[in-house]
């Protein structure tokens, strides 16, 4: 274990001095990555300065479940989303066999590679509009927060299986890069109240794909409108997880060489 963190605390370091000796380009990466997260923010705030709105939502109770969305998408990538084009480079360029051969779990050195601080302004400016938007709501009580952190972490379980799904198809499918894409507009409907969607949607975003875990979920536990639809979305998240690692791991054993 101990190496392990060793590994990936290094990797951590190489992170933070690749973006200090590439200033303008982590800048940019950020601002450009920060502007992007807040748009919906921005675009919430204009519906519910036109008059509209999310029935039975107030716009700081919405803009706190886009907040959590980003924190937590932020953390994604900074910590794991990397790994699906990790694992799809050393495949397509045969770098694979030389990280098979070496003494460390091999989906473990990748997603530790991958580790990037990019996202670093998306992350604090989710933490600041989360922070805005508890100011203006009531107080949460210790059992909402932790209720809220609990279902923060399963949000990035999720995500992370998810992530290794998509890598893992990497080693049979070189050129699936759209599949992301396709995650991405599924994974929109959590930043979302999941009231406002019909019931078929529900279900889906909260067992089949529960990207509500990702913002909604946890931000209805902060705001103690948690229900037991919340509760029991936590078995497919734990399923999406213990799936991603086990796919992810037979695949990896299954490999034969370069170009999968």
Request: hydrophobic share 55%.
């Amino acid at each position: 274990m101990k190496r392990y963190m060793h590994i990936y605390r290094e990797c951590i370091k190489v992170s933070f001095t690749t973006a200090s000796t590439y200033r303008l380009n982590f800048f940019l990466n950020s601002v450009i990555m920060l502007l992007g997260d807040i748009l919906f923010p921005l675009v919430t705030l204009l519906i519910y300065g036109s008059g509209a709105g999310f029935e039975g939502w107030t716009v700081y109770e919405v803009l706190l479940i886009q907040s959590v969305f980003t924190m937590s998408m932020a953390i994604a990538d900074m910590s794991f989303h990397g790994i699906m084009w990790a694992t799809m480079g050393a495949v397509r360029e045969g770098n694979l066999e030389m990280v098979l051969l070496m003494p460390v779990d091999t989906m473990f050195l990748l997603m530790a590679r991958s580790f990037s601080i990019d996202a670093i302004g998306s992350f604090l400016g989710g933490a600041t509009i989360f922070i805005i938007a508890l100011t203006h709501l009531e107080a949460p009580s210790l059992i909402m927060w932790l209720q809220f952190g609990s279902m923060f972490l399963i949000g990035l379980m999720v995500m992370m299986g998810i992530a290794l799904m998509m890598a893992a198809t990497s080693f049979k499918w070189v050129g699936n890069s759209r599949i992301p894409e396709i995650f991405d507009s599924l994974r929109s409907f959590g930043k979302y109240p999941q009231s406002i969607f019909p019931k078929a949607i529900l279900i889906i975003s909260s067992f089949l794909i529960p990207v509500a875990m990702i913002g909604f979920f946890p931000a209805a536990a902060l705001l103690g409108r948690g229900n037991y639809i919340m509760f029991i979305a936590i078995l497919p998240c734990i399923v999406f997880l213990i799936l991603g690692i086990a796919l992810y791991r037979f695949m990896v054993r299954m490999y034969q060489g370069v170009g999968g």
